[in-house]
């Protein structure tokens, strides 16, 4: 089908900027003249905790959260929060992940050890799979708070939008003092 | 113009396309954002209020002046606002008057799954469900306008998928052409003595029957036809997943879910062969459309708790063998450790939580960021029921208590919430004499919900210097005679403190004075001086792990049992609270 929804999951902790993302994303896809709908929980779970947001993309979009097991690509901003929610994606989907460890509260009390190996893990699973290093190439942009930015280009070659539509939209959503740092970030992931 | 909008987003601006004037609010997920966007429109005048209750006052008054008003909460928040709801119903408006519920079905953030519907047939005013943020503008302007012509209050229901989903927006002008507000005397409409009452009640339930005929025609509620086979009732986000689930069934799309159009229900049963109800929470039309003669299917189906999605819609019809199943093979991952919320680095109220949890005191709850005092490794909280309850549960509890075990009881509550409800419950505490011990964790802010100002933080919605309520002096007016502000980063001082009081077989209240660390801005949280564990030092005895702040890691040693802590540059705020909890001085300053 033509008119296929494409459905986006972002992933991480709270204040890891998914939401931020999640609405530059949104706006580029309505710039591109599609539907769009995302949804994201706010509220107790931002304070550190597991975040998910849904992002959707269409002729004609319903519902605003991805079925589960229908997720077209899922956008890691942390190597655990990553895994976790494989179990939405659908077979053969695409996995994008920044190789970044943020320890769960077990882990900081040394009640349980971070799960090793995991891009092993996730890639033995989901073949299309890239694993970026948003913090160095985010430092190399300028600030290491752009890593979300790098990941976001290094998404962006998986979607058929404009280059010009991304920079309309990374001008509308990012602060205007940051704006250099992350187009500069951007580019960096898009050529992964 | 084309914008992508939370539903809340576009309820404001809603409101303001519609000519509001005035709204008011208590902030309260998943509502929040309505009032934080409303303030940006310089046409109406927004503010917190310190409660729901208050808030929906507010807008009363102001819809009684003739202007249209709004008041936003959470469901919960209409508890607190029944009291004036259930009244303005009779008394009906005068400017257009709309009070949104926001519920929150799968209980993201929040303390109960209670669904607003059923306040809009109780208190028998009109209730809109919008399905996207698209009819969330678009309805929030019906409202205002339904509200002057049937001369009642409309409420807008909205849920957490809608407040916080986003989707494409047409924007409108505003409308121009409302007359002015002016003081109009109308005793027998506004003033709710019996007598006027009696007057009012019959014409309440006329509204309703007229509100029904004009939903059997009213665009709000449509008919989709596709098959004849499976027909679906379905209102606000639920009809989104339904067409998401079952692309071929015919959809009955309600706009207002109180009162129902009955004879376009009727209708629609009649153009296909299985009727369902699929709604969240409690089974609202289904047990109206049942009253009506009309057999349906709804409940048993889908749950009672929690959200719909896509998902569960499509196996419940899958599982009643009313559509078959689609083949697919799920991926299954191994388990990994949990991530639930937590307090953040710094967070002031972690060491009053270390020091409850070491005097052995039962501590009656509240609602905000402190909740998560509960869990581990602080442990110390163990009551939480609704918003102000912490001290009156607190002055509950201890009446049924004998002396020794009255000493333990300790209710905590946190500015906002005490601004909210609390002081009542306070007053209450000190007029009966109960000797519990209160704390009120002052972080200057609303910070559950996102930072929001409150009247004792110095400063409006829109941002402006204002009064601030003195918390130690109005407990003292209260009636409280030992009142005590602590230091919450100072461990010793705050065990003191906590210690005193308990033993005092009198009401006392200690108050801390630390911010939030989330709030910015000069004179609010200033950050200290960043530390680090001293690795030659420290002896892994792991007694700063007991507080639990986010930025303390455990780090095992790879050739033996023993590790040691490290603290991550990135995270810390310099409170000092680990660094008093170490025995051996292995905590300081980085250089
Ligand atoms: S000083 Fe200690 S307790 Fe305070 S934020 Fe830093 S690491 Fe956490
Ligand atoms: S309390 Fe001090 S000695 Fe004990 S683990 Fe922490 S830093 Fe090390």
């Known amino acids: ?192 | 113009m084309k914008e992508i909008l939370s539903g809340n987003e576009a309820i404001a601006r809603g409101a303001y396309e519609a000519g509001c004037l005035v709204a008011s609010a208590y902030p309260g997920t998943p509502s929040t954002e309505i009032l934080e966007n409303v303030i940006n429109y310089k046409e109406i005048n927004a503010s917190w209020a310190p409660n729901e209750k208050v808030a929906l006052e507010v807008a009363i008054g102001a819809s009684f002046g003739g202007a249209r008003a709004l008041a936003c909460m959470k469901h919960v928040g209409v508890n607190v606002a029944a009291d004036p709801l259930f009244t303005a119903s009779y008394t009906g408006v005068k400017g257009g008057l709309v009070l949104v519920a926001a519920d929150d079905p799968e209980m993201h953030s929040s303390q109960n799954e209670q669904d607003s519907r059923n306040y809009a047939k109780f208190a028998k005013v009109p209730m809109l469900e919008p399905a996207d943020s698209r009819e969330c503008k678009e309805f929030t302007r019906l409202a205002f306008e339904l509200s002057e012509q049937f001369d009642t209050p409309v409420m807008l229901r909205s849920c957490t998928r809608i407040s916080h989903g986003k989707s494409v927006v047409e924007l409108g002008e505003r409308v121009s052409d409302l007359p002015a507000p002016k003081l109009v005397k109308d005793a027998p409409k506004l003033v709710m003595l019996p007598g006027n009452a009696k007057v009012r009640h019959p014409l309440v339930e006329e509204r309703t029957v007229k509100l029904s005929e004009y939903g059997d025609t009213a665009a709000i509620n449509r008919m989709e036809l596709h098959s004849g086979e499976i027909g679906v009732i379905c209102a606000g986000v639920t009809y989104q997943y339904v067409r998401e689930a079952l692309p071929e069934a015919s959809v009955l799309k309600l706009g207002m879910v109180w009162p129902l159009p009955k004879n376009l229900i009727r209708e629609f049963s009649t153009k296909v062969k299985q009727l369902f109800v699929i709604e969240e929470l409690d089974p609202f039309i289904e047990e109206q459309v049942k009253a009506m003669g009309i057999a349906c299917q709804g409940k048993g189906l889908t749950s009672l708790c929690g959200e719909l999605s896509p998902g569960r819609i499509r196996d419940a019809f899958v599982k009643a063998s009313i559509i078959e199943a689609a083949a697919s093979e799920a991926v299954t991952v191994e388990p990994v450790p949990p991530r639930p919320p937590n307090m953040c680095p710094g967070c002031p109220h972690r060491g009053v939580f270390y020091q409850l949890n070491r005097a052995n005191a039962y501590v009656t709850g509240d609602i905000g960021c402190y909740t998560l005092g509960f869990m581990p490794p602080l442990n110390a909280m163990d009551t939480c029921v609704c918003m102000g309850a912490s001290i009156s549960m607190g002055s509950g509890i201890v009446r049924a208590l004998p002396p020794e075990e009255q000493k333990r009881v300790v209710a905590v509550i946190g500015d906002s919430t005490f601004l909210h409800t609390g002081i009542n419950s306070l007053m209450e505490m000190a007029w009966n004499k109960a000797p519990a011990t209160v704390v009120i964790l002052d972080n200057r802010i609303t910070a559950m919900t996102g930072r929001q100002e409150n009247p004792a933080s110095g400063f409006t919605l829109a941002g402006d210097e204002t009064s601030e309520v003195n918390i130690p002096e109005l407990c003292r007016v209260l009636g409280i005679k030992h009142v005590r502000v602590v230091d919450p980063y100072d461990l010793d001082a705050t065990r003191l403190a906590i210690e005193e009081e308990m033993n005092r077989p009198e009401p006392s209240v200690i108050i801390t004075n630390r911010p939030c660390c989330l709030i910015k801005g000069a004179g609010r949280f200033e950050k200290g001086k960043i530390l680090e564990v001293d690795q030659g030092k420290c002896t892994g005895c792991k007694a700063c792990l007991r507080i639990g702040c986010p930025a303390i890691e455990w780090k095992p040693n790879p050739d033996g049992n023993k590790g040691k802590a490290f603290i991550d540059p990135q995270l810390c705020t310099g409170c000092t609270v680990c660094q008093q909890l170490c025995k051996f001085n292995a905590i300081g300053g980085r250089k």
């Open chain 1, 1 to 192: 089908m033509d008119n296929a929804i494409t459905n986006i999951l972002l992933v991480g902790v709270g204040g890891q900027g998914i939401l931020l993302a999640s609405e530059i994303l949104s706006e580029a896809f309505m710039l591109a003249g599609f539907d769009v709908k995302k949804s994201e929980i706010h509220g107790m779970s931002q304070r550190g905790g597991s975040v998910v947001s849904h992002v959707r993309f269409g002729k004609e979009v319903f519902s605003p959260v991805v079925p589960e097991g229908e997720g077209d690509i899922l956008f890691g901003f942390e190597l655990l929060e990553t895994y976790r929610y494989l179990s939405l994606l659908k077979p053969g989907a695409t996995v994008v992940a920044n190789d970044y460890k943020i320890a769960p509260p077990s882990v900081l009390l040394g009640q349980a050890g971070y799960p090793q190996a995991l891009p092993e893990k996730i890639k033995a699973k989901f073949p299309d799979f890239l694993l970026v290093d948003g913090q160095g190439l985010a430092l190399q942009a300028g600030d290491v708070r752009a890593a979300n930015t790098v990941m976001l280009g290094a998404v962006s070659k998986r979607l058929q939008i404009a280059d010009a539509v991304w920079q309309q939209a990374l001008e509308k959503m990012v602060p205007k003092r940051a704006l250099e740092i992350n187009l500069k970030a951007f580019a960096m992931g898009r050529e992964l």
